[in-house]
C-alpha cells in the first residue's frame, strides 16, 4: 500500500514563495508519473502539474510559476510555487494521474493573503 505525505503548506502573502514536499512509500518514484492536485473550498480537486518520463505539464492556471520536480534519492515529489495569488488557496495533494490513484493523502493547506 502506497503511502502518500504531502507537506510544506502555510501562510503566505500575495507574490510570496512556498515549496511542497510529498513523500511517497517504497521506492516508486522514479517509475511512475506523479501529480499535484489542489482543492479550494466548494470546488472540485484539480490536477495543476504532473510528471511523467521527465515531460511536464501544468495548468494554465499555473504555468510559468509552479515546476514540480522528483528527488529520486528521498523519494519525493516536489512542488515550488512562485508569484503566489489568492487564488491558489487551497488544500494541495499529490498522487499519481494514472487511472488506477493511490489512496489520498491529507493534503497540505495553502493560503495566500495579506
Known amino acids: 500500500q502506497v503511502q502518500l505525505v504531502e507537506s510544506g503548506g502555510g501562510l503566505v502573502q500575495p507574490g510570496g514563495s512556498l515549496r511542497l514536499s510529498c513523500a511517497v512509500s517504497?521506492?516508486?518514484?522514479?517509475?511512475?508519473?506523479m501529480g499535484w492536485y489542489r482543492q479550494a473550498p466548494g470546488k472540485q480537486r484539480e490536477l495543476v502539474a504532473a510528471l511523467s518520463s521527465g515531460l511536464t505539464n501544468y495548468a494554465d492556471s499555473v504555468k510559468g510559476r509552479f515546476t514540480i520536480s522528483k528527488d529520486r534519492a528521498k523519494n519525493t515529489v516536489n512542488l515550488q510555487m512562485n508569484s503566489l495569488k489568492p487564488e491558489d488557496t487551497a488544500v494541495y495533494y499529490c498522487?499519481?494521474?494514472?487511472?488506477?490513484?493511490?489512496?489520498w493523502g491529507q493534503g497540505t493547506q495553502v493560503t495566500v493573503s495579506s
Open positions: 517504497g521506492s516508486i518514484v522514479s517509475i511512475i508519473a
Open positions: 498522487n499519481t494521474p494514472s487511472p488506477r490513484q493511490f489512496a
